[in-house]
């Protein structure tokens, strides 16, 4: 049982190139969630998805945007990267809010 | 907003004692969740516990278990026997009810000395 799965795990940029992160989770989840995770900081909220064909701004959304492509999947796109976007990005996903959330293995992402 | 705040950076613990670790929150709500989640080196995201805000009894998981102070906001976490492998941070997270929005705290650092 593989979870939530994402794809790269470690990524290079250069300021200003584009890049696409992919989540896929085989646990039949409604909602699907993007979150940074910054020193000293915790995890932040990018983007969500409460179900296929719907997603919600976070408490960090700019200069991201996300894609449902289907109930198993849930892409984080940086169309321009920026130095300020060097973090380590979890994909999670849910189904009943008191079982808390399911997290990938984290994409760490350095932007030069 | 809510706020989850950990105001304890770093702890350590010797093997085979007990430790504690803090968590408040800020919110006007009645009825949510709050987690702690381990992260080891290995970067995933586990989770240790969780509590009902609605639910009176503190939560118990094996070697681990809270003190939920819901008039004073305060959801601490007690490992108790701590191991070489519990080492990790530690951070505390609160959900409101139907809402899809978890907000973490900055996480504590937990070494365990041998």
């Known amino acids: 049982n593989a979870g939530v799965t994402q794809t790269p795990k470690f990524q290079v940029l250069k300021t200003g190139q584009s890049m696409t992160l992919q989540c896929a989770q085989d646990m039949n989840h409604n909602s699907m969630y993007w979150y940074r995770q910054d020193p000293g900081m915790g995890l932040r909220l990018i983007y969500y998805?409460?179900?296929?064909?719907?997603?919600d701004k976070g408490e960090v959304p700019n200069g991201y945007n996300v894609s449902r492509l289907n109930k198993r999947e849930f892409s984080l796109r940086l169309e321009s990267a920026a130095p300020s976007q060097t973090s380590v990005y979890f994909c999670?996903?849910?189904?009943?809010?008191?079982?808390?959330?399911?997290f990938g293995s984290g994409t760490q992402l350095s932007v030069l | 907003a809510q706020t989850v705040t950990q105001s304890q950076p770093e702890m350590s613990v010797q093997e085979a004692e007990t430790v504690t670790l803090s968590c408040t929150y800020d919110t006007s709500e009645s009825d949510y969740y709050l987690f702690w989640y381990k992260q080891p080196p290995s970067r995933q995201m586990i989770l240790v516990i969780r509590?009902?805000?609605?639910?009176?009894q503190n939560a118990t998981e094996n070697r681990f278990s809270v003190n939920f102070q819901k008039a004073a906001k305060s959801f601490s976490l007690k490992i108790s026997d701590s191991q070489l492998g519990d080492a990790a941070m530690y951070f505390c997270a609160y959900r409101r009810r139907n809402n899809n929005d978890m907000r973490f705290g900055a996480g504590t650092r937990l070494t365990v000395k041998p």
């Open positions: 999670a996903s849910s189904e009943v809010h008191i079982m808390g959330l399911f």
């Open positions: 509590q009902e805000a609605y639910k009176q």
């Open positions: 998805s409460a179900s296929e064909g719907t997603t």
